[in-house]
């Protein structure tokens, strides 16, 4: 199966962002994703609402939002009203993560959650079937354009074990550190979404970046 490709739009040039997101809708990407960062769960801000709203504008591509923020469940419903096809959240910002699965489903936006690279994909055995997508994290978040950390592939592979046993539906996302070298392997070991955030925005010919990732396969 052709991989979905989430362009990861901290990468691009935010004083371009019309022209930025109008590539991405000309290119084979498949997802817009869009990373929100409070400067609480992690230590960096990228930007937020009336942002997503302007991006919003000029995309009919779907909107994969990855919140990096604690106590997402206070603002699950602005995210939604902002454009947002999926919705992910940290586990390890949610202390009653069912509960705040269930509120992004109530929205009609499909649940993701988001796991750190030390967080156990076990974790997620009680709510796998209820999920629409799992975000493995292959660097700790908060930067873009860090090293791919190499234990994602077991990661991935637990993943799907987990949900095929459960029955689940999750797609299972990996997002961060994403190039040429490690797409194949990663798609290999049952990844079904790659995010790619500087490899993409950082090439010479992005449009030609996200053919080339889109054509990775298993
Ligand atoms: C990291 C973000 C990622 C990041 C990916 O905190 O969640 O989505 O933007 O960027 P690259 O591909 O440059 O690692
Ligand atoms: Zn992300």
Redesign the pocket.
């Known amino acids: 199966m052709n991989p979905i490709i989430a362009p ?1 739009i ?2 691009s040039d935010f004083a371009n962002l019309q022209s930025e997101v109008e590539m991405l809708e000309k290119s084979q990407a498949d997802w817009l ?1 869009i ?1 929100i ?1 409070d400067g609480r769960f ?1 230590p ?1 801000i990228s930007f937020g609402f009336p942002v997503m709203e302007a991006i919003k504008r000029h995309a009919t591509k779907p909107m994969d939002v ?1 919140l ?1 923020i604690v106590e997402p469940e206070l603002y699950i419903e602005r995210f939604r009203a902002a454009g947002a096809d999926t919705i992910s959240v940290h586990i390890e910002a949610c202390n009653h993560l069912h509960r705040t699965i269930q509120q992004i489903k109530a929205t009609g936006a499909k649940a993701g959650v988001a796991v750190n690279p030390h967080t156990s994909v076990q974790l997620l055995d009680d709510v796998i079937a209820d999920l629409d997508l799992v975000c493995l ?1 292959s ?8 090293k791919f950390i190499e234990n994602t592939y077991r990661k991935i592979e637990a993943l799907k074990n987990l949900i095929e046993a459960r029955n689940s539906k999750a797609l299972i996302e990996v ?5 040429e070298n490690n797409a194949s392997l990663l798609l290999d070991k049952g990844a079904n979404v790659l ?6 925005f950082s090439s010479a010919d992005p449009i030609q970046t996200i053919a080339d990732l889109k054509k990775s396969s298993n």
């Open positions: 990861s901290l990468a994703h990373d960062m992690v960096n990855h990096m994290m660097v700790n978040p908060g930067f873009g354009g860090q997002d961060g550190g994403v190039n995010v790619a955030g500087n490899f993409v």
